[in-house]
Nanobody, 121 residues
Framework: VQLQASGGGLVQAGGSLRLSCAAS????????MGWYHQAPGEQRELVAA???????NFADSVKGRFTISRDNAKNTVYLQMNSLKPEDIGVYYC????????????????WGQGTLVTVSS
């Protein structure tokens, strides 16, 4: 199983980016999916998550600016980032709870490789 994140780049403050993360491989089902932000020199922190049924939650710092969505048919999660600020700079990682087989017990968390977001002020 692989998670491939994309969509990062350089944007001016106030601009927008859309991140994508596609899961591939032998997948039976995917539970929650999420995005994490790791600023330079800081720990990785949850930005947004979405359940299989579409229930979302966000870090306070991004509420009203970021939205998360998923396409279950494509095993893909998206992060729409609007009104970007310099404090949003960092690497964004996606993750997903994946069940590999119908007779697997529970879900295993997989991580994408990260995509870099840079915001110029």
């Amino acid at each position: 199983v692989q998670l491939q994140a994309s969509g990062g780049g350089l944007v001016q403050a106030g601009g927008s980016l859309r991140l994508s993360c596609a899961a591939s491989g032998r997948i039976f089902s995917i539970d929650a999916m999420g995005w994490y932000h790791q600023a330079p020199g800081e720990q990785r922190e949850l930005v947004a998550a979405i359940s299989k049924g579409g229930v979302t939650n966000f870090a306070d710092s991004v509420k009203g600016r970021f939205t998360i969505s998923r396409d279950n048919a494509k095993n893909t999660v998206y992060l729409q980032m609007n009104s970007l600020k310099p404090e949003d700079i960092g690497v964004y990682y996606c993750n997903a709870g994946i069940r590999l087989h119908s007779n697997s017990y529970g879900y295993t968390t997989y991580w994408g490789q990260g995509t870099l977001v840079t915001v110029s002020s």
